[in-house]
């Protein structure tokens, strides 16, 4: 099993920038398919951004095409996610996920391991 830990979090202003980081324990990170969710108060916990194991193909929740960016470094065993145009509905604690599944397509069902999570804040 994988441990994850996230960072980056913090307040910003709407039309700000934040990146986040996910930094995983353990030799097997390039066997992950990797993700961020998000989650808001009284809400379910919802799919952001994923990539697979080598980085060559990306998938966006439509709230967030555009202006998210997920990349990930295997040598580092880390996956970022570059925040850019941030509006108020964008706060939420952001949580890192690695599944070990055939395919990026299912990764937007929440499944495998998380991270304790980094509070994001975007004032309006």
């Known amino acids: 099993q994988v441990q994850l830990v996230e960072s980056g979090g913090g307040l910003v202003q709407a039309g700000g920038s934040l990146r986040l980081s996910c930094a995983a324990s353990?030799?097997?990170?390039?066997?992950?398919?990797m993700g961020w969710f998000r989650q808001a108060p009284g809400k379910e916990r919802e799919f952001v951004a994923s990539?697979?194991?080598?980085?060559?193909?990306?998938y966006y929740a439509d709230s967030v095409k555009n202006r998210f960016t997920i990349s990930r470094d295997n040598a580092k065993n880390t996956v970022y996610l570059q925040m850019n145009s941030l509006k108020p509905e964008d706060t939420a604690v952001y949580l890192c996920?690695?599944?070990?599944?055939?395919?990026?397509?299912?990764?937007?069902?929440?499944?495998?391991?998380w991270g304790q999570g980094t509070q994001v804040t975007v004032s309006s």
């Open positions: 996920n690695a599944q070990s599944i055939p395919s990026i397509t299912a990764s937007t069902r929440p499944g495998g391991s």
């Open positions: 353990g030799r097997t990170f390039s066997q992950y398919v």
């Open positions: 990539i697979t194991r080598s980085g060559g193909v990306t």
